[in-house]
């Protein structure tokens, strides 16, 4: 599977627009990126995933370049209860692979 | 609909003990999985699971044993259990879709004193 490089940690402030970047450069061409989010004592829960080009539902926007070696997403207007660990996967789990390997994530912090 | 329910939420046990922590999923789903996480670390695989009566070794399997005799539940065995085991395991579920998202439950903090 697709190793994934991510920042440790991010600070925010309420309202503000914050983009995570996820690098993934030996990703496959079966490959999906998917990201989750966890809060302190539960378990993580899923986000968003894409494959390629822009992604967007009610929670956030995924952007993904041509060449799919990195991932951005986008959290719109953030607020404090966003503050939690941010997961991106890469793989085509489901198929033949079923490996699902997390990475150390990246803590957003947000304030006031 | 309960989702993925973990039991038990906490547990002691002291070096050599064994115990079973229980997954249980009422989705249907065909993939299950086990992870631990540790502080300040990500989530690290332990055993998965693509079907009942299947299991496959992942990241970090080593002291660790897993049955999936029923579609519904998989089970993590600790034989002889080390401090080095305490951490918190979540175990997740997916459905067999393509890139199907992972649900998961809300974890069993382990102590191995």
């Known amino acids: 599977l697709a190793k994934t490089t991510q920042p440790i940690s991010m600070d925010s402030y309420e309202g503000q627009e914050v983009n995570i970047t996820c690098s993934h450069n030996?990703?496959?061409?079966?490959?999906?990126i998917t990201w989750y989010q966890q809060f302190p004592s539960q378990g993580p829960r899923f986000i968003i995933q894409g494959y390629k080009t822009k992604v967007t539902n009610e929670v956030a926007s995924l952007f993904i370049p041509a060449d799919r070696k990195s991932s951005t997403l986008s959290l719109p207007r953030v607020s404090l209860s966003d503050t939690a660990v941010y997961y991106c996967?890469?793989?085509?789990?489901?198929?033949?692979?079923?490996?699902?390997?997390f990475g150390t994530g990246t803590l957003l912090a947000v304030q006031p | 609909n309960a989702g993925v329910t973990q039991t038990p939420k906490f547990r002691v046990l002291k070096t050599g003990q064994s115990m079973t922590l229980l997954c249980a999923q009422d989705?249907?789903?065909?993939?299950m999985y086990w992870y631990r996480q540790d502080p300040g670390m990500g989530l690290r695989l332990i055993h998965y699971s693509v079907g009942e009566g299947t299991t496959a070794k992942g990241e970090v399997p080593d002291g660790y044993n897993v049955s999936r005799l029923k579609k519904q539940n998989f089970l993590l065995g600790l034989e002889s259990a080390a401090p080095s085991q305490t951490s918190v395991y979540f175990c997740a579920s997916s459905s067999r879709q393509l890139n199907e998202k992972l649900f998961f439950g809300s974890g069993t903090q382990l102590s191995v004193l």
């Open positions: 989705m249907n789903h065909e993939y």
């Open positions: 030996n990703i496959a061409t079966n490959d999906y």
């Open positions: 996967l890469v793989g085509d789990y489901g198929g033949a692979t079923n490996k699902l390997i």
